[in-house]
């Protein structure tokens, strides 16, 4: 069953352009939703999240946005830059702790 | 202040035999996960352990696999009797408190001859 998905998988966006990945999910139990980011070989890296009491959360370029009636949230990246080229895992976990995953956007950022 | 450490990096087995990965959570956190990632999959939640006690563990396969997170030591995921099926990348994840943001390892990565 998957609760979390992630219908882009892939992105391309030019330098200095917004990049826009978003998210939905069909469980209405999730009430945190973070976002990650994987280079190649290595873990998931902790990006950014959001509780389900607010509809929005900036941090620096990153803002995560959270339509709780549509079930859907998104990241945007301002400005993009060659550095943000990764994938990127949308996660979600409810009062019980458990966390389901995207199956993840990559993210191209050209010069 | 190291966060979450992960060894072997890299382990090949061959059919049949045992894989022992190891995961230390961030010093302070006792809530483990593991994670699993298939080639060109994303993650796929296996188990959630507190110290002594698993609390989810709804996404491990039903034979051959188990987890444990003792009162003194690294978490431990224990795969018996490999296939090659098995082999993929295998995070664990560390959190302070349950529903805390979650803190990845670099993972292990299973190749099953």
């Known amino acids: 069953d998957q609760q979390v998905k992630q219908n882009s998988p892939s992105l391309s966006v030019q330098e200095g352009r917004i990049s826009i990945l978003n998210c939905d999910y069909t469980?209405?139990?999730?009430?945190?939703f973070l976002w990650y980011k994987k280079y190649p070989a290595e873990g998931p890296t902790f990006l950014i999240s959001?509780?389900?009491?607010?509809d929005k959360n900036e941090d620096g370029r990153f803002t995560v946005f959270l339509n709780k009636s549509a079930k859907h949230l998104s990241l945007h990246i301002v400005p993009s830059q060659p550095g943000d080229s990764a994938v990127y895992f949308c996660a979600a976990s409810a009062y019980n702790n458990d966390m389901r995953f995207g199956a993840g956007t990559r993210l191209t950022v050209k010069p | 202040n190291a966060g979450v450490m992960q060894n072997p990096r890299h382990l090949v087995r061959r059919r049949g035999q045992e894989a022992r990965l190891r995961c230390s959570p961030v010093k302070g956190h006792s809530h483990v996960y593991w994670y699993r990632q298939l080639p060109e999959e994303g993650l796929k939640f296996m188990v959630y352990l507190q110290k002594e006690n698993i609390i989810d563990e709804s996404g491990m396969p039903k034979e051959r696999f188990s987890a444990e997170f003792p009162k003194e030591g690294p978490s431990i995921l224990r795969i018996q009797q490999v296939v090659r099926g098995d082999s993929a990348a295998y995070f664990c994840a560390s959190s302070s408190t349950g529903g805390e943001t979650q803190y990845f390892g670099p993972g292990t990565r299973l190749l099953v001859l």
């Open positions: 469980n209405s139990m999730f009430d945190y």
């Open positions: 959001i509780s389900s009491i607010k």
